[in-house]
């Protein structure tokens, strides 16, 4: 069963800076340090000279961190790897790829995201993907989690914003 939910946020810092936080460690630290479930670390952060960042991130949950419709699953524990790719396009705009793997679960997920530049700030485009491979309660786990993928990247914009914030 798959599920595709759409995004949108905004945000009123510049793109650039909002760019160069994803290519910062600081930020990243801060970042995980905003989602305290799952023991979230960062497992590596590069960006090359064409300005494409890459960033691999993992949390950890065990089963009684795990909302309902998971522990349908009947999961002892649950390890998420979250791998982000946030790159220039033309036109001034910044694209990402974020793709999430439940791993040794039934369970995927996506998000395509697009940033650009809104007068003096950014605007946030995009769709959240999840894929769940289970017969019968498939269709209710991804809806479930299609919106949690949904509202951690819309999220992201609030901990972005206030780390930048907080930069000044």
């Known amino acids: 069963m798959q599920r595709s939910l759409p995004l949108t946020a905004e945000s009123p810092h510049p793109l650039r800076r909002i760019k160069c936080a994803f290519e910062d460690p600081a930020y990243w630290a801060a970042r995980l340090g905003a989602f305290e479930d799952g023991s979230p670390t960062l497992d590596s952060l590069s960006t090359d000279a064409s300005g494409r960042t890459c960033v691999v991130m993992t949390m950890r949950f065990g089963g009684d961190q795990l909302p309902d419709p998971i ?16 790159y220039p396009v033309d036109g001034g705009t910044v694209r990402g790829d974020i793709t ?12 395509a ?14 769709t959240a993907t999840v894929k769940v491979n289970v017969p019968l309660i498939g269709g209710t786990i991804a809806t479930f989690v299609a919106g949690q993928l949904a509202n951690g990247i819309v999220d992201v914009v609030a901990v972005t914003d206030a780390w930048l914030s907080g930069q000044r």
Not at 100 to 111: I, N, Q, Y
Not at 113 to 126: A, M, N, Q, S
């Open 100 to 111: 999430v793997d439940a791993l040794r679960t039934p369970l995927s997920g996506r998000g």
């Open 113 to 126: 995201v697009e940033l650009t530049p809104d007068g003096p700030g950014t605007h946030l485009t995009g």
């Open 71 to 86: 522990r349908r699953l009947r999961l002892a524990s649950l390890e998420i790897v979250q791998r982000e790719q946030w």
